[in-house]
């Protein structure tokens, strides 16, 4: 059973900066694609980024340039580091987990955390 638990949210103004963390249970870390989703009020769940288990990066384009992802493979532990934050990017941020192939749907992930909620004001 694969398990992840998020950290490093929080209340940030416009501009600044938080970075998140995803930890994941398991002997097989290394061979798991681990996505940041994020879920506003009202709407549904978006995929954010993902790293790959082969370490390719991708990006929602509304977060280029400002958030970059890295994973940590001794440590088990995804980051997403998150500058120039804005009010639209309040939301709860899930991690989750598939193995192998990247994918950008939902409904691919067989493993979520928690979430973790950022906040940013205006």
């Known amino acids: 059973q694969v398990q992840l638990v998020e950290s490093g949210g929080g209340v940030v103004q416009a501009g600044g900066s938080l970075r998140l963390s995803c930890a994941v249970s398991?002997?097989?870390?290394?061979?798991?694609?681990v996505t940041w989703f994020r879920q506003a009020p009202g709407k549904e769940r978006e995929f954010v980024s993902a790293?790959?288990?082969?370490?390719?990066?991708y990006y929602q384009d509304s977060v280029k340039g400002r958030f970059t992802i890295s994973r940590d493979n001794a440590k088990n532990t995804v980051y997403l580091r998150m500058n120039i934050l804005k009010p639209e990017d309040t939301a709860i941020y899930y991690c989750?987990?598939?193995?192998?192939?990247?994918?950008?749907?939902?409904?691919?992930?067989?493993?979520w955390g928690q979430g973790t909620q950022v906040t940013v004001s205006s």
């Open positions: 398991g002997r097989t870390f290394s061979t798991y694609t």
């Open positions: 790293v790959s288990w082969t370490g390719n990066m």
């Open positions: 989750a987990a598939k193995r192998s192939a990247y994918s950008m749907q939902v409904t691919q992930y067989d493993y």
